[in-house]
């Protein structure tokens, strides 16, 4: 049915757009620091369109309002934008176009203000010290090390608008973005050793202004960082501004032998929760369970631990179909109830004091069909040939992800999501410069390091069927061998603790090696985590989820 309150919301934008002469209005899912999760009072896109997807790109004109977005989100936005004006394109991006005008959220004044009457305000939460002995590195080692870059450069200042670069930089967290520990700030870094944070100053409190001043950064207040930079430019006479990657991420996510060691203990004690919910799952009445309901009961086991932070996204917790829509998110209005039969697909992750956990296990829920086993197998036939690749250090992500879609295209089959991304260490879920995906983009042409992290998470979506992904968080470390041409040789060490489940498994389309890799992962698994299960219970279940699958 017609949706009144996005399409009066779309005649207002245009016509103020009549007003000032603008043929092309072109909203992004954006914020002043380009974050992928951002407040509320930036969810400017979604208040224009009714879509809740974290990317897209709304393109308004005198006639058409349309919305771009990338395959994650293609039937969930076909679902959210029916009714409203806004037709769906099924591209990442709207081409360029001459006289149009691009969303800033840095303009003032900021035309949405004046639209959106009840708009949400900036959160305000307060900064938090990341200790030493769990980030591994000192924010004054950091702050050297950026200062030392930007004179080898001959450049004389960075702002760092990188909500995660900032908290690394200084070893701060908070709790500005759902299911980010950021703040919200711009840091102003100086080869001359007095640095600018843009905060508000009542999200820092005592210890931590004592703390900054000893590395020698003052505050600003937030909304002075645009004119300050208008300011700032020309203070040194022939100065010239300059804009290119940021050298902190590619430091960000080489992870340091401490922070790998508290991935591992972060991944130790998600395991235990994954467990003590599976368990739980398969003893359940499943006829009396909805979609949320699963979220709920693996959230309230996550929070059991006293290192948990806050979940490190959305769970996505989809049965049957829903399974199909990549980024799915039940909603009271939505939530399937399940059934002693089909697939549930359940992505989710938390950040622990530790570090960051992303976990994707589809489980089966009772009577399947030949066409869900058989998917189920292929899919954990392209996840395991990432887990065991072996592979020349500065091997890139592009190169890479062909080892994982090979078992699936042999069958005719694909996915349009990327197969891996970074995971900060308490930081973003998902964090670059490098990812594994099939397209050629500068993040997939990022040479893999030891230190890395990424994911390994190929699926398969059936609209209207089923959904199938499998995921676990690897990290490269040396094998201690070369190769013939001198290179360093990297292996993958999965972090993520939790079996899969191996009832769907058709094992005639596993080899051998792939089922040994299998039972390898498991006595993993079960080595590392039945020391911690104090429910004898769940050290039981844990013993039989992980018994070994016979060699055909």
């Known amino acids: 049915m017609p949706n009144s309150t996005i399409s009066q919301r779309l005649e207002q934008v245009r016509r103020w757009m009549q007003e000032l002469g603008i043929r092309r209005f072109v909203v992004p899912t954006a914020d002043p620091h380009d974050s992928e999760y951002m407040p509320d009072h930036w969810l400017c896109r979604e208040w224009l369109t009714g879509f809740t997807g974290s990317a897209g790109v709304a393109v308004v004109t005198a006639t058409e309002a349309l ?35 691009w969303y800033n959220p840095l303009c003032l004044p900021d035309p949405f203000d004046q639209w959106w009457t009840d708009r949400p305000a900036l959160p305000l939460s307060q900064a938090w010290r990341m200790p030493d002995d769990v980030a591994g590195q000192t924010a004054a080692d950091k702050l050297r090390r950026l200062t030392g870059f930007l004179r080898a450069e001959g450049r004389e200042a960075l702002l760092v608008s990188d909500l995660s670069e900032v908290a690394w930089l200084l070893n701060l967290r908070g709790d500005d973005i759902a299911y980010n520990p950021f703040l919200l700030a711009f840091l102003m870094v100086r080869t001359g050793g007095r640095h600018t944070l843009f905060i508000h100053p009542q999200q820092i409190p005592d210890p931590v202004a004592d703390y900054l001043g000893g590395l020698g950064v003052e505050l600003a207040p937030y909304e002075d960082a645009p004119c300050f930079l208008r300011a700032d430019r020309p203070a040194a006479e022939g100065a010239q501004p300059w804009a290119g990657p940021s ?7 080489v992870k340091n032998p401490v922070e790998q060691d508290g991935f591992r203990r972060a991944h130790l004690q998600d395991g ?3 467990v003590r919910f599976l368990r739980w799952l398969d003893e359940a009445d499943k006829s009396a369970l909805t979609e949320l309901d699963i ?19 959305p769970t996505i917790a989809a049965y049957g179909p829903h399974g199909a829509i990549v980024h799915y998110e039940a909603t009271p209005a939505t939530a399937s109830r399940l059934a002693p039969s089909g697939l549930l697909l359940l992505d989710s992750g938390a950040h622990y004091r530790t ?36 592979f020349p250090e500065g091997t890139t992500g592009l190169q890479l992800d062909m080892a994982v879609r090979l078992p699936l295209w042999l069958e005719g089959l694909d996915f349009g999501h990327g197969t891996g991304h970074g995971v900060g260490h308490l930081l ?7 990812q594994i995906r099939k397209q050629r983009r500068d993040c997939t042409l990022q040479p893999f390091r030891a230190g890395f992290t990424v994911t390994d998470e190929p699926g398969v979506y059936l609209e209207g069927r089923f959904g199938v992904r499998t995921e676990n968080v690897l990290l490269a470390v040396p094998t201690g061998r070369q190769s013939v041409l001198g290179d360093p040789m990297l292996r993958f060490e999965p972090l993520t603790l939790c079996p899969y489940d191996l009832r769907p498994v058709v094992p005639s389309l596993l080899t051998p090696d792939e089922i040994q890799a299998l039972n390898d992962y498991h006595a993993t698994v079960r080595r590392t985590l039945l020391p911690h299960l104090a429910d004898e219970a769940d050290r039981q279940w844990l013993l039989k989820a992980t018994e070994a699958m016979a060699a055909r």
């Open 295 to 313: 979220d709920r009961r693996l959230t309230d086991l996550r929070a059991e631990s006293p290192d948990f932070v806050s979940l490190s996204f």
């Open 428 to 434: 973003g879920v998902h964090e670059g410069p490098h």
């Open 247 to 253: 050298p902190v991420a590619g430091w960000r996510a």
């Open 67 to 101: 919305l771009y977005t990338d395959s994650r989100y293609w039937l969930q936005a076909a679902a959210q934008l029916e009714g409203t004006p806004f037709r769906l394109v099924r591209e990442d991006r709207p081409p360029h176009e001459p006289d149009e005008l």
């Open 355 to 390: 570090g960051t956990t992303d976990i994707t296990r589809t489980l089966s829920l009772g009577t399947l069909g030949e066409e869900e086993r058989r998917v189920y197998t292929l899919v954990l036939k392209a996840h395991l040939q990432l887990q065991t690749c072996r």
């Open 272 to 274: 235990v929760a994954m």
